[in-house]
Every structure is written in structure tokens, then in C-alpha cells.
């Protein structure tokens, strides 16, 4: 096929058959919460004008800033399950031998 994009894998299946398009204008992320922070939580709005998808397997990612997402699941909270990804948006410390990725 010639028309993938140079040079960018799959993040699934490591294929080089990725193509890029878009997830349309009002693209949106909402984080996995609880029924009732479900009812109240806003999305965050994906930056990123192109997306890309794996011819093979599927799988469609884009971006988003980071920031907003930490703001977001700080204001509105994920589900219960979630424990270990709230510690890292309240910048909590890690336990030895870990990192912090911003």
C-alpha cells in the first residue's frame, strides 16, 4: 500500500500498515469514572488534527494533552478501580526504582 505513513508503527501489533485521518472535529476523551462523576465529568478534547489506524489489527490512536487530562480526572475523578492512576495526577511519590513520566 502506498499511501501508510513512513516511518510510524502499530502500538498493538507493531505492523508498518498505519494510515493517518481523522476522528472528526469534536473528538473527545472521557476518562472512565463512576456512574454518578460520570453524570458531572466533561470530556477532554483530543489536540491532535490527524489520527492514525493499523491497516492489520485495527487499532486507531491520536493525542491529547496531558495537562488537561491530569485536570480533568483531578476535578471529576476516575472509577474506584483507578487507585494507582490517581496518585500519579496528584503527583504523589513512587515507590523506588519507578518514574514519573509527564
Request: with cysteine; hydrophobic share 35%.
Amino acid at each position: 500500500m502506498d499511501k501508510t505513513v513512513r516511518g510510524m508503527y502499530c502500538l498493538r501489533c507493531s505492523s508498518k500498515q498505519v494510515v493517518r485521518g481523522s476522528l472528526g472535529e469534536s473528538a473527545r476523551f472521557y476518562p472512565l469514572r463512576g456512574f454518578f462523576k460520570a453524570m458531572l465529568g466533561k470530556p477532554v478534547f483530543i489536540r491532535n488534527e490527524y489520527s492514525h489506524a493499523c491497516l492489520d489489527c485495527g487499532l486507531i490512536w491520536n493525542e491529547l494533552d496531558t495537562g488537561s487530562l491530569k485536570k480533568n480526572i483531578r476535578s471529576f475523578g476516575l472509577a474506584p478501580h483507578s487507585t494507582g492512576v490517581m496518585r500519579v495526577v496528584q503527583g504523589e511519590d513512587f515507590p523506588k526504582g519507578k518514574s514519573r513520566v509527564d
